[in-house]
């Protein structure tokens, strides 16, 4: 059981009660971003001191916007800590007199060397050695979050984020289980299919954003979109037929109702074979506290449907998830 | 020419000056949600008082920020004024204590019967009646952000907003003329395509949004998506091969290089004839400011393209534009 917060967190906390933080600027680009978002809404339904904004790396840079300033916290993340776009963020931000955080799972790249403070973190599926959820990017990120509401806003959900998220890889790996049969089916139903795309809204809204564009149009050259739960009324829905594939996500925060109602309409006027929908609703999170169910769901549906991403691609021409035309394979762009 | 602010407006920035604004929401759905995006740029770039969010209409009222309170202006936009979660958004926002201005065609409909303050705009194509682009939804948001500016940072942009208004709807009349011949061969190298994305990053990312999903998606029924520029890089880049069709969007802020990035890759590993660049460059902006330059190209780009949506449909078995399945066809929904 987790009771305390990590040392490089916690030293990073201890920096930030000598300086006033008034706005968070949570910077990354690509999956690394992905996570920023969930951390957003938890700011955004928490925080009476701080306003916060998201932003793809090099739109930081080059937006510059004028918060960024000596009351800016700015928590930046990459896994390898060499997207040349977020390293370049941190140093502009510190040239602005931001007080800059850096999530990698390395802490001597380059991105580590950019920022004042190094949080560490780990990946699954990165390095083949199992890791437990609390210390992956989404978990990290939010200890550093409840941490500094605290200081902010005199709220401490720290000890209970903290036993939730011992309780995360049990629920984590009951959901592998429950899943399994599912993804073997819609894997078989998908594996032809030119567009998937993924939907969701509120804290899960950054996992289908990460699925829709590093697994479906990275990994496996499938055209996707994330499209957000309510603004899919707004003009997506309309390519909705039949034959249409959808990932919907169904999670447990104030949103709910948002993913519910898209849910609804695709199960109406498309073919139930053709929308995988996974409900948290479904899942045994057991241990994990009502106030983070909302927050921790996105893992655990991103972490499961990478055992769809494998299916899928198993049975489609490209078999290979980890083959490139570009990333990492060219340089000059 | 333009000399004055619409007196709605005046009205509206008249009674902020006996509120104290610290934070701004963009609150709306679909197209009208995708002008709030160059509104919150044209905000981070110009004030140093002011922090703001852009938030889909029903996403604002279930995440219920708890920086919304008597502090928060809450801007609000639909075209028909019935968009039912911009309406309950209206509502909510006015419950919590917040300011609200309504931004709406119809000064009866149930948006402006649900906010405090209306303001009017124009639409082109909506009416079949000509309109002067300085009156339509970007126009006015931007009027009102300048006016609001003057009061929180005492940046008076207002007088230069005017009169590059003023200019703005002789630029989009050339534009027009500069792209018939390019439509004309674009919509004919695309009319087969199942798949088309828009690219842009900065104040351009709200025009690609609303094409990909309000047109591509909506009333043409083709896949799309609106990939930010730098993000293109970090997934989706992946999906790039030479039959790939892109829109891209090259203006005049401080995010070009982003854009600029982004078209040369779509150049070099995809098919010139399948990527159909609008360069802000090629336009004549004759007597725009430059300070406004980048706010105002997206109006210009996205008023062009609808030429090449009409141009797209004919060629394509859907030729109506204004066909839907969903959209008022059906209601209970």
Redesign the interface.
Same mark, same amino acid.
């Given at each position: 059981m987790k009771t305390e917060l990590n040392p490089d967190i916690k030293t990073a906390l201890e920096a930030l009660t000598k300086r006033e933080v008034r706005?968070v600027f949570l910077v990354a680009?690509?999956?690394s971003?992905s996570i920023m978002h969930p951390g957003k809404?938890f700011l955004?339904?928490?925080?009476?001191a701080l #306003?916060s904004?998201v932003y793809?790396?090099?739109?930081f840079v080059?937006?510059?916007?004028?918060?960024l300033?000596d009351k800016a916290l700015v928590i930046l993340c990459s896994q390898t800590g060499t997207?040349k776009?977020t390293v370049r963020a941190a140093r502009h931000a510190r040239e602005k007199g931001a007080i800059t955080i850096a999530m990698t799972l390395d802490g001597q790249s380059p991105l580590a060397g950019a920022a004042e403070h190094v949080v560490a973190y780990k990946a699954p599926y990165t390095t083949g050695v199992p890791i437990d959820a609390a210390d992956s990017n989404y978990g990290v990120l939010y200890m550093i979050l409840a941490g500094l509401l605290t200081q902010t806003d005199r709220i401490d959900l720290t000890a209970t984020l903290l036993s939730s998220l011992s309780h995360l890889q049990p629920a984590i790996d009951k959901a592998h289980a429950r899943y399994a049969e599912t993804f073997d089916a819609y894997a078989e139903q998908f594996k032809g299919a030119? /567009?998937i795309y993924t939907m969701a809204?509120?804290a899960n809204y950054g996992a289908a954003y990460s699925f829709?564009?590093?697994v479906f149009?990275?990994?496996l050259?499938?055209?996707?979109?994330a499209i957000?739960a309510?603004?899919f009324?707004?003009?997506?829905?309309? /390519? /909705?037929?039949k034959n249409a594939k959808f990932v919907s996500l169904i999670g447990l925060d104030? #949103?709910r109702?948002?993913e519910e109602?898209g849910r609804?309409?695709l199960h109406?006027?498309g073919s139930s074979e053709n929308i995988l929908t996974l409900d948290a609703r479904d899942l045994d999170l057991t241990g994990i506290d009502d106030r983070f169910k909302g927050y921790l769901v996105p893992l655990i549906f991103f972490d499961a449907l990478w055992k769809f991403a494998y299916k899928l691609a198993a049975k489609r021409d490209k078999v290979m998830l980890e083959d490139?035309?570009?990333?990492k394979k060219i340089s000059d762009?």
């Open positions: 706005h680009c690509g999956g971003l809404y955004d339904r928490h925080s009476a #306003t904004d793809n790396g090099d739109e080059a937006r510059n916007p004028r918060k300033d997207t776009e030119p /567009v809204s509120g829709a564009i590093c149009m990275e990994m050259w499938i055209n996707s979109q957000h309510d603004e009324f707004h003009g997506p829905f309309e /390519v /909705v037929d104030e #949103t109702r948002l109602r609804d309409f109406r006027f490139r035309r570009y990333m762009y």
